[in-house]
């Protein structure tokens, strides 16, 4: 992974030139990215403030706009509320905008499992404070942000224990988050492929005009963009510099707002 991360404002007038030079493909993680993380899902709540600016450039016939979650489809629906964008639900498992509807198919024997799992993990832990599984159909979040410092390592146990044969078999894929772990189907289809295959798309609409692709994410499973979205476009990790595949970093959701305003602003009045 690359560790030259740089402040994405300390190079801003290279990065505004490019910006300005071609349409931008923005796509943006919702938690940790457009709002602080929360102590639950549905505490998270988008600002008016975030919420103009993202129809703004939405308006923009020169910017793309899509939010990409790991959240429901329906949920990141109801928490950004705005048409003209294109929803990425489920980590890519489930797309929806203009034009477009996908949702990708998973096994009856995968279900099953996830089924499984989710009442092992539900017996196993009934007692922890705090912990709470969101189950989003093809996808389970196990979440234990709530829980106390003292049995972190009891839930983190549990679980590994609770998945390990499902994943040595092959059965699901597991991606650690930020006090979360993911839960998904055993495919080759993640954040960054979904990115490579939207931007495809709309190379088309545009007949191969050029495109600037834009990756704005704070959390694991962004990395999977990062990585083939780097030499591309600008890709831009939300938080304190780390070892990442992001060429670049702002500090917190405010610098990413800032951000956004800038954007929204420099190709003038829609085109």
Do not use: C
């Not at 709470?132 to 679980?159: A, C, M, W």
């Not at 931007?199 to 088309?204: E, I, V």
């Not at 959701?253 to 190709?267: A, D, G, R, W």
């Amino acid at each position: 992974m690359a560790i030259d991360m740089r402040y994405l404002f300390g190079r801003w007038d290279e990065i505004e030139r490019k910006l300005k030079e071609k349409h931008t493909f923005l796509f943006l993680d919702f938690d940790g990215t457009l709002v602080p993380i929360a102590t639950a899902p549905d505490k998270a709540i988008l600002s008016k403030e975030t919420e103009e600016v993202l129809k703004k450039i939405s308006e923009n016939s020169k910017h793309k706009l899509a939010i990409i979650s790991g959240r429901a489809l329906k949920d990141i629906k109801n928490m950004v509320g705005l048409r003209k964008i294109i929803y990425v639900g489920n980590h890519g498992f489930e797309i929806e905008g203009p034009k477009i509807k996908f949702t990708r198919r998973v096994s009856s024997e995968y279900k099953a499992t996830l089924a499984k799992i989710k009442e092992r993990l539900s017996e196993k832990l009934s007692k922890v404070r705090g912990f709470f599984i969101e189950d989003k159909g093809q996808t389970l979040s196990v979440h234990y942000r709530l829980v106390s410092k003292d049995n972190i390592p009891f839930v983190e146990v549990v679980f590994h224990e609770t998945v390990i044969l499902h994943r040595v078999k092959d059965r699901i894929k597991i991606k650690p988050g930020k006090m979360v772990f993911e839960i998904s189907p055993p495919v080759e289809w993640d954040k960054g492929k979904v990115a490579l295959w939207l931007l495809a798309r709309q190379k088309f609409i545009l007949k191969n005009k050029g495109i600037f692709p834009v990756y704005i994410g704070d959390d694991v499973t962004d990395e999977d963009a990062f990585k083939v979205l780097r030499n591309k476009g600008l890709t831009v990790f939300v938080g304190k510099p780390k070892i990442s595949y992001a060429a670049y970093y702002l500090k917190d959701t405010k610098e990413v707002i800032k951000f956004l305003k800038i954007l929204s602003n420099l190709n003038g009045q829609n085109n």
